[in-house]
C-alpha cells in the first residue's frame, strides 16, 4: 500500500527529478526510514540517483551521534551515497533567540541545502507523513495561523531557507499506521528519538495526547484537517500569485532592508498588506515567526500611522512609515542607495577648496569660479580663506534657507517641513562655513543658505565662489 501510494504521488505531483540526484533526509526514525527504503525500490520505475543527509542537532548525547551512525552503515548496506554532520542548535538558538525547534529546523534546512548544492541536486526529500499534516494544520490553528497556515504542508515547494532547491513529501499522503506497517513487513528496525515522547514539545502533545481525543469525538478528524489544509492551500496559492504580481513585483530588497511604496501599499487589499509584512520580515530573517496581532499591529500603523511612526518585530526588525514609502528593515539600517550620501551620526570632515573630499561611498568635489562646472549641484559664495566642513545636525542648529529675507529658523523644523525621511536626519550631510551652516546636501538637491546663494557675480560680496558635487568614489558601487 506504501509503496503504490508513494509511486502514485511522484507521478501526479512530479516530484521525482529525472536524470538528476535527490537528497533525502534521513533520521534513522520509521519515517525516513521507509521512504529510503520505498525510493530504491521505486528506483527503476523512476530515473532519479538518491543521496541520504543525515545530521546530529547536538540535542541527545550520545543519542544524536549514534542515530547519524545508524544512517551511516544503512545507507551503506543499501549502497547508497551519504553525507553526515552536525549542528550545534542550543548555541544557535540563543544567537538567533529562537526555540529550540526554530533553531534545529534552521539547522536542518541549512544542511540539507548544503549537501544538495554539492552534489549538484535541486529536489530534496524530507518524510512528513499524513499524520504529520494533521498535527501540524492543528498545531497552526492553535498558534493562531492565517490562510498560508491552514494550508499546512504541500507535496512540493520552495525550500526554507532556500528557495532555489525544491522540498518534497513523497509520504504526505500516508497515514502513520501505513508506515510502521510497511516497517514490519519489510523487517525495517528503525532509531527509536525518545524526545519524540516529550509532550513539552507541543507537537508531541498533540500527538500522544489530543489527536487520540479528537479521534475520540470525531474518528475522522485527521482526514478532515487534511481536507482543510488542501482548501487552504489552493486558496493561499491564488493569493500569493497576487501578491507577488502586485505586490513583491514593486518592492525593493537589499540585504538590510525591504522598502514598497506607501501608495501602493494603502491600495492593497488587507490580505495583500498582510502577506507584505510577513513576506518583508523573511526576507531579512527566514526563521523569523510574526504572530496575528504583530501582523495586525502593523498594517494598522502602515496604513494610518503618521509619518516616523515605527513598529518593534521580532529578532530586531521594525517597520516604518516615511512620507513615500513604507519599510521594514533591521534595527538601525538604511537602503544602500540612501547610505550612499548619508555621514555617520556626529561625522565632521573638512572640505578641501578647491579639491575633493573623501566623504565614504561618494566624494565632494569643489571648485573656484568664475565658472561652475555643469556637473555642480550648488555654487555658493564662499569667503576667501573660510574653512568648509561637511558635519550631521547638531541640537540648536538654525538655517536661513532662500525666501524668509535672511531669518533664521531650527533645522528641526526646516526638515519636517520638507518632509525629509526621518531615518535620515542624523545622518544627513550639512555644508558649514565658518560655523554657519550654508547648505544642506540632500543627494541630488542641494538648499542654499541666503546668505551664501549667488545671485549675479557682478554683486559678490566677497572674493570667490565655489561650485560643489557629488560623484561616485573609485571602487563604489553605488552610483548618484
Not at 514539545?201 to 488542501?230: K, S, W
Not at 526621518?422 to 562655513?433: G, T
Amino acid at each position: 500500500m506504501l509503496l503504490e501510494t508513494v509511486e502514485r504521488t511522484l507521478r501526479e505531483h512530479d516530484l521525482a527529478p529525472v536524470g538528476a540526484p535527490w537528497v533525502i533526509a534521513v533520521s534513522g526514525g520509521a519515517d525516513s526510514l521507509a521512504l529510503l527504503h520505498a525510493l530504491i525500490r521505486l528506483q527503476s520505475r523512476f530515473d532519479y540517483r538518491l543521496h541520504v543527509a543525515t545530521l546530529d542537532h547536538k540535542l541527545r548525547v550520545p543519542g544524536g551521534a549514534e542515530d547519524v551512525q545508524f544512517v551511516r552503515n544503512i545507507s551503506n548496506e543499501w549502497g547508497v551515497p551519504v553525507t553526515a554532520a552536525s549542528a550545534d542548535v542550543p548555541t544557535l538558538a540563543a544567537e538567533l533567540r529562537l526555540s529550540l525547534e526554530a533553531a534545529a529546523r534552521l539547522a536542518r534546512y541549512r544542511f540539507l541545502a548544503e549537501v544538495a548544492r554539492t552534489v549538484g541536486a535541486t529536489h530534496v526529500a524530507s518524510a512528513h507523513n499524513a499524520d504529520d499534516q494533521a498535527e501540524t494544520v492543528l498545531m497552526h490553528i492553535l498558534r493562531g495561523a492565517g490562510l498560508a497556515g491552514l494550508g499546512g504542508m504541500r507535496f512540493a515547494a520552495p525550500m526554507f531557507d532556500a528557495p532555489d532547491l525544491t522540498l518534497v513529501r513523497p509520504l504526505l499522503a500516508v497515514p502513520r499506521a501505513e508506515v510502521e506497517t510497511y516497517c514490519r513487513a519489510h523487517g525495517l528496525q528503525p532509531r527509536n528519538d525518545e524526545t519524540n515522547s516529550d509532550v513539552t514539545y507541543l507537537r508531541n502533545r498533540l500527538r500522544h495526547e489530543v489527536m487520540p481525543l479528537l479521534r475520540q469525538i470525531n474518528p475522522q478528524t485527521p482526514r478532515q484537517l487534511r481536507q482543510l489544509a488542501d482548501a487552504g492551500a489552493v486558496d493561499a496559492a491564488y493569493i500569493e500569485e497576487a501578491f507577488q504580481r502586485e505586490i513583491a513585483a514593486q518592492a525593493t530588497v537589499s540585504a538590510d532592508t525591504v522598502t514598497l511604496s506607501l501608495a501602493a501599499f494603502r491600495a492593497a487589499h488587507p490580505a495583500l498588506q498582510r502577506r507584505f509584512v510577513v513576506w518583508a520580515a523573511r526576507q531579512l530573517n527566514p526563521a523569523v515567526e510574526l504572530a496575528y496581532v504583530q501582523q495586525v499591529e502593523a498594517v494598522a500603523i502602515a496604513v494610518s500611522g503618521r509619518v516616523g511612526a515605527l513598529v518593534t518585530l521580532p529578532t530586531g526588525l521594525t517597520l516604518g512609515v516615511d512620507y513615500e514609502t513604507v519599510s521594514i528593515a533591521r534595527a538601525g539600517a538604511l537602503p544602500a542607495d540612501e547610505q550612499a550620501f548619508l555621514l555617520a551620526p556626529g561625522a565632521v570632515l573638512d572640505v578641501a577648496l578647491p579639491g575633493v573630499t573623501d566623504a565614504g561611498r561618494w566624494g565632494l568635489h569643489a571648485s573656484i569660479g568664475p565658472e561652475s562646472p555643469a556637473e555642480a549641484q550648488a555654487v555658493l559664495v564662499i569667503p576667501e580663506g573660510a574653512r568648509v566642513r561637511l558635519r550631521t545636525r547638531r541640537p540648536g542648529d538654525r538655517f536661513a534657507p532662500l525666501g524668509l529675507g535672511g531669518h533664521t529658523q531650527k533645522l528641526k523644523e526646516w526638515l519636517i517641513d520638507h518632509k525629509v525621511p526621518r531615518r535620515w536626519r542624523d545622518r544627513l550631510p550639512l555644508l558649514e562655513v565658518d560655523g554657519e551652516l550654508a547648505a544642506l546636501v540632500l543627494g541630488d538637491r542641494w538648499p542654499v543658505g541666503s546668505r551664501f546663494a549667488l545671485r549675479s557675480p557682478a554683486d559678490l560680496p566677497v572674493a570667490f565662489y565655489g561650485s560643489i558635487h557629488l560623484s561616485q568614489m573609485a571602487g563604489s558601487t553605488v552610483a548618484l
